[in-house]
């Protein structure tokens, strides 16, 4: 039943497995990455991470730490959002049934809820992982807030600009490893980029599912202060760069080959979903469709990265 575990439902699993599966990722990648340096390479009788780094014990508690502090931040950063929009989830049909709107849970509860789930993933990122990694999933969850409290009642440039904190999660897993968020050009940050691109026309498709709904709050949704035209012109050309960095990543940071298939194959099939989604009259079965083929694209990208990666770092 829904609201049948109010506390849990607020803090959005669905949304939080995303965030520590990006998250599993730039860790790995992480790894491979410094497996794969040159100088590791020359000198053989180097030992591997694993090996360097207080051996298989102390990698996996790393890791799970990892998991574990992420997501109670990434938590937190739905428990804040579930409370800051609650007024306008009372207005809309997708979203009157949630906990807060329903008042399941107190304002202050809640609140105290959210800052125990932050600072407990701060505090365990720190001392387990390094400060780092600390800082940057504190950034992404000060960031989502700004997004739901100001910038979603000011401006449609709120979804791009709330693609930020939901790309950082991979460069959270990549500082954990190496205590560095890596390099501009380098695999943590093609993994932002790749993810950064990918959320506005994500959730475009979503707003446009729920257009009438979003009609009845003040949030400045692309859909509702522009065209359902304008709206499919920018998830063409997010989508279309999207797809421009999956294949740059494939290219220069993906080494077996059959990885290097289905990572193109399924960019290539969302993009044409994409584009017979754009030449159709839009309505909100096929908005929908888009959704779930978004959906499906970044669930398949994020396993296949780590088929590719765990190996590695090995």
Same mark, same amino acid.
């Given at each position: 039943?829904?609201? &049948? ?10 949304? %939080?497995?995303?965030?520590?599966? &990006? ?39 790393? $890791? ?13 950063? &739905? ?62 969850? $000060? ?59 994500? $959730? ?69 979903? %994409?584009?017979?989604?754009? &030449? ?35």
């Amino acid at each position: 039943m829904k609201n &049948s575990y109010p506390y849990l439902d607020i803090t959005k699993p669905r949304i %939080t497995f995303l965030v520590l599966l &990006s998250t599993a990722v730039g860790f790995f990648a992480g790894i491979a990455d410094w497996n794969s340096d040159p100088s590791f390479r020359i000198a053989s009788s180097l030992p591997t991470y694993i090996e360097s780094h207080g051996g298989i014990a102390k990698f996996w508690q790393s $890791f799970l730490f990892l998991l574990l502090g992420t997501g109670l931040a990434s938590a937190a950063g &739905s428990v804040f959002n579930n409370i800051l929009d609650r007024d306008m989830d009372a207005l809309m049909d997708r979203t009157k049934k949630r906990a807060m709107p329903r008042k399941k849970i107190k304002v202050k509860d809640a609140a105290f809820y959210a800052y125990f789930l932050l600072f407990s993933g701060v505090l365990i990122l720190y001392y387990y992982c390094n400060f780092i990694s600390a800082v940057l999933v504190f950034l992404a969850v $000060f960031l989502y807030v700004v997004y739901t409290f100001f910038l979603k009642r000011k401006t449609s440039f709120c979804t791009v600009v709330g693609g930020v904190p939901g790309a950082l999660p991979p460069l959270v897993g990549y500082a954990a490893a190496l205590n560095s968020w890596g390099d501009l050009s380098g695999v943590s940050w093609m993994l932002f980029y790749v993810m950064f691109f990918w959320q506005p026309p994500h $959730f475009w498709a979503l707003a446009l599912m729920y257009k009438d709904d979003y009609k009845k709050t003040v949030f400045k949704m692309l859909p509702v202060t522009d065209s359902i035209d304008t709206t499919k012109k920018q998830i063409l050309i997010y989508t279309i760069v999207m797809a421009v960095f999956v294949f740059m990543f494939t290219i220069e940071f993906v080494n077996q080959l059959f990885i290097q298939i289905l990572l193109v194959l399924v960019a290539l099939h969302y993009l044409r979903d %994409t584009l017979l989604f754009v &030449s159709k009259q839009g309505n909100k079965k096929s908005a929908k469709a888009l959704f779930k083929t978004s959906v499906f694209f970044m669930g398949l990208f994020m396993v296949f990265l780590l088929i590719e990666f765990v190996p590695l770092s090995y």
